[in-house]
Nanobody, 118 residues
Framework: EAQLVESGGGLVQPGGSLRLSCAASEFTPSDSGMSWVRQALGKGLEWVASITSYSSTTYYTDSVKGRFTISTDDAKNTLYLQMNSLKSEDTAVYYC???????????WGKGILVTVSS
């Protein structure tokens, strides 16, 4: 069965950077569409970014455009989310998932906490 494991979260000051990783097993991320979704404390799930199969196209929610970059590395079977110029409102648990908004997401990681605070 496919599995996804996130890493790279933690505490960062406003304006700082973090790179989240999502290690995949039993499938290759670039063969599938992949997404990052986040959930702030007390709020619902918010889609953040997606990358289509074979990394042909990327999509971002407006609040992270120009600051976040989604990518895949076939050699490492890993999905990434590079997050720059972080803001307090980016504080959330971040989940990676296989799939996208159009056809749904069928496998999810357990999530990793990102806290942006001084």
């Amino acid at each position: 069965e496919a599995q996804l494991v996130e890493s790279g979260g933690g505490l960062v000051q406003p304006g700082g950077s973090l790179r989240l990783s999502c290690a995949a097993s039993e499938f290759t991320p670039s063969d599938s569409g992949m997404s990052w979704v986040r959930q702030a404390l007390g709020k619902g799930l918010e889609w953040v970014a997606s990358i289509t199969s074979y990394s042909s196209t990327t999509y971002y929610t407006d609040s992270v455009k120009g600051r976040f970059t989604i990518s895949t590395d076939d050699a490492k079977n890993t999905l990434y989310l590079q997050m720059n110029s972080l803001k307090s409102e980016d504080t959330a648990v971040y989940y990676c998932a296989r799939g996208g908004r159009a056809h749904g997401m069928d496998y999810w990681g357990k999530g990793i906490l990102v806290t942006v605070s001084s």
